[in-house]
């Protein structure tokens, strides 16, 4: 019996029942009725888009939150659907070819992976640079880049409720054996805490941890209560599910463990951050979503929000201020507002610099001082996270004045540093240092810490989950 079943909410249930879970993939969307009546460019695109990035939207997401009258400007429209410009055109004519002629699936495979390597900018083996050791055995499922927090991967939360097209982790399927994995895994984690008492967040992320059944993600949570790490203050929780499957918190069947369970961990005095990614205010508008919010913060967890600044999707400031204060309504603590890394279609979502640092002025300068803890536009670099502050004119050069608000190092971080003025950066690479300077103050540290390996290794697979 939960202490939170009583909260059990017939009010969302549909015929009697409570809302079940349905994806949808390239296999079944044409079965949406939506979709059907859609122009036939449009579901073209779908099919040679989606064969090559991933795609994977759900029942809520196409009932509840697209507005399938505004195809195809529609925001979640945008950031669940493949969309034709997300491939760059000789790409997107290579995979439509292969589609016209009814290619096997075979050769549409091939042409999807030849597709793909030319579009990841991050081969597999740069994650290594952050992978920690607990004695000299290398813990996959984890990395740590920053001093006090360490990110955990669970085996079991490789994918997500759906997919957003910016995002460039290419799922991994649940395999059996579910607890037993975890149960190693969070062995691990607990050692390597105790080994690393510098450590006080652990950081849950994924794809998204939250489509973890209640009873596995408290296989993971449940040792690190038990082992009373002193170091330990805040476990954080990254996940889409509250905009993707908010039914996770109110009437699927473990919703009641779940909250239990995070119950638990703000009861043994541990801080639980639920790092909340929302894109835009439509998906914090649903009444399950409020209901969610509501049941999450009656167990005395807090959720902060963050979300990258995508083009077609939120590339505006009234988007982001409405964004920050329907969460403050809702008794949610704006966060991070990223710029958009290097994704396989990053051209499609890309905004410059300057542009990102105006739309977040824009939206800042319409919050009450109660919304201003978001910090941004942030870049998640391999040295650091870096947030453009503005752009400014210093000694006659017009430039990007800059800070860490984390870094590789932890002495780099709220150091203002500037670079030269380029209106069409996208990224701390397509940067220079100002003022003649041969580079910037970290790079020398950087490339020691970073072992050789270049200075746009970075973590990937973190995104904002
Ligand atoms: C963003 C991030 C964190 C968390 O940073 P906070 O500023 O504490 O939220 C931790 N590790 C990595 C690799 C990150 O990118
Ligand atoms: S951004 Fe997060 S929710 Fe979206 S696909 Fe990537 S990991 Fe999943």
Redesign the pocket.
Same mark, same amino acid.
């Given at each position: 019996m939960s202490y939170f079943d009583f909260q059990t909410n017939e009010s969302f249930f549909v015929n009697g029942q409570a809302p079940k879970y349905k994806t949808y993939t390239l296999r079944n969307y044409h079965k949406i009725p939506q979709i059907r009546s859609l122009p036939e460019d449009i579901r073209f695109a779908i099919e040679v888009v989606g064969n090559v990035l991933?795609f994977k939207a759900n029942n809520y997401v196409v009932e509840e939150l697209i507005d399938w009258d505004n195809i195809p400007d529609d925001p979640i429209f945008q950031l669940t659907f493949p969309q034709k410009t997300m491939l760059k055109p000789h790409h997107f004519n290579q995979m439509a070819e292969v589609i016209r002629y009814g290619g096997s699936p075979a050769e549409i495979r091939e042409t999807a992976n030849d597709i793909r390597m030319q579009l990841n900018p991050h081969p597999a083996g740069q994650l290594e640079e952050n992978t920690p050791k607990l004695g000299c055995e290398a813990i996959p499922g984890m990395q740590h880049k920053y001093q006090e927090t360490a990110l955990f991967f669970p085996g079991q939360g490789q994918t997500? #409720?759906?997919?957003?097209t910016?995002?460039f982790?290419w799922p991994q399927f649940v395999g059996i054996d579910e607890l037993k994995i975890a149960g190693k895994e969070a062995e691990q984690l607990v050692g390597y805490l105790r080994e690393n008492p510098q450590v006080t967040d652990i950081l849950f992320t =994924? =794809? @998204?941890p939250m489509v973890m059944k209640t009873r596995v993600l408290a296989s993971y949570i449940e040792p690190l209560l038990e082992a009373g790490l002193p170091n330990l203050r805040n476990i954080r929780i990254g996940t889409?599910s509250l905009a993707?499957w908010p039914y996770k918190f109110v009437t699927d069947r473990d919703s009641g463990e779940m909250l239990d369970l995070m119950k638990r961990v703000t009861d043994s005095g541990i801080h639980l951050a639920i790092m909340a #990614?929302y894109s835009h205010p439509v998906e914090l508008e649903t009444d399950i979503n409020r209901e969610a919010v509501h049941r999450i913060r009656s167990t005395g967890a807090q959720i902060r929000t963050q979300s990258p600044l995508l083009r077609h999707i939120n590339d505006n400031s009234d988007t982001w201020s409405e964004m920050w204060r329907e969460q403050v309504k809702q008794g949610m603590i704006p966060y991070y507002m990223f710029i958009v890394r290097d994704t396989g279609a990053r051209h499609h979502f890309d905004i410059p610099l300057d542009e990102a640092w105006k739309i977040f002025r824009g939206a800042y300068q319409q919050v009450s001082g109660i919304a201003r803890t978001v910090r941004g536009p942030s870049m998640s670099a391999g040295p650091g996270k870096v947030q453009v502050l503005g752009v400014s004119e210093v000694a006659g050069e017009e430039v990007y004045v800059l800070r860490f608000l984390q870094g590789r190092n932890p002495d780099w971080v709220a150091r203002p540093f500037f670079a030269k003025y380029d209106p069409e950066a996208v990224w701390l690479d397509d940067l220079e240092p100002a003022f003649g300077e041969e580079q910037f103050f970290f790079e020398d540290e950087y490339a020691v810490l970073s072992n050789g390996n270049g200075h746009n290794a970075d973590e990937f697979r973190f995104? @904002?989950?």
């Open positions: 991933p997500c #409720h759906a997919y957003c910016f995002c982790r =994924g =794809g @998204d889409k993707y #990614h995104l @904002d989950n």
